[in-house]
């Protein structure tokens, strides 16, 4: 018998696979989401993410493996236990006509969801929406559209919320008010996973980032404690009058340097060793140094703590890599 637990993690899945056709598309995946967390889901195109987050959603059965959901092995098959999730799909539909008002009263009544005027009120000024309530969907801004599907992921009131690319198409305005609303979810005890290809974004707000590669978890944890050095790791990003390309391997040959690669304008990105951490101008200084020693004319040079984005290219870009 499983025993469902208050103190498990929301979600853990176990060697969990699907293929299309026999094409794998998902191979043997594991992950975990502990209470109370806000766990960002990368992968470039392709990686598996929606595969994934809809099989835990319900919504596509795997070949094989397991997902616990809230300590419950079985939880996937129980209407109780689906009842405490919500899923936000990567392209959801909307009715263009419909007020937003009338679209949340529409599902309140399909889900049967108790008190539903109030419930519908009080999720349209979570999301701030309640001046635009009654305008047609139609006529609202991607970002207003994106809230008002959230809203309606909201009106059962799950506890664990999986969210596929929540963020796709938004600009600055619409990324920070759906992070503001993330982060009022989460004070409020909600679960977040979500899925995006906004690294900045994940960086600024999850507690944890889970990476994907053809079909495979290919790292999980803090954003920091994944980059190489562990917590707090330096970067430098350094261009070059030379071409960077052809270089690289004799820079990535340099003391101190544990990782050299091309970023997308042609800089490269250099990840230090942990004794430099924290003495970013000294950094700079002794990187600039080893290249103007070795022959190279450095044009520009700038250091910082090694971001989310660096990962995903070091994790991703195979065909890039130097060392590691
Ligand atoms: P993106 O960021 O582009 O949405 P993703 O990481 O979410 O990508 P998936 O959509 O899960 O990736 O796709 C993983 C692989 O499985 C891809 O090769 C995709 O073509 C394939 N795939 C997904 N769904 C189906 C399906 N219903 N039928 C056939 N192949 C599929």
Redesign the pocket.
Known sequence: MNMVSDIAPVLRTFGLKKS??G?V?VDGVDIEVGRGDIVGFL?S????????LSMIAGLQFSDAGTIELFGDKDGAAKREIRARVGFLQ?KPRIYPEMSARAYLSFFAELYGVARRRDRVEALLSMVKLTEAADRPLGTYSRGMQQRACLARTLLHDPEFLVLD?PTLGLDPVGLAEMRAIFQDLNTRGVTLLF?S?QLAEMEKICDRVIL?QSGRIVAAGRPRALLPGGDGAASVSVELFEDASECRSRIAALPGVTRADLDSQGRLALSMTPPVQGELRDLRARVSRLLTSTGFTVLNITSGDASLEELFLQLTTKKNDIKG
Do not use: L, P, R, Y
């Open positions: 299309f056709s094409q598309a992968g195109n392709g990686a598996g993410k929606t595969t994934v990567e690319e899925s290809h994907m």
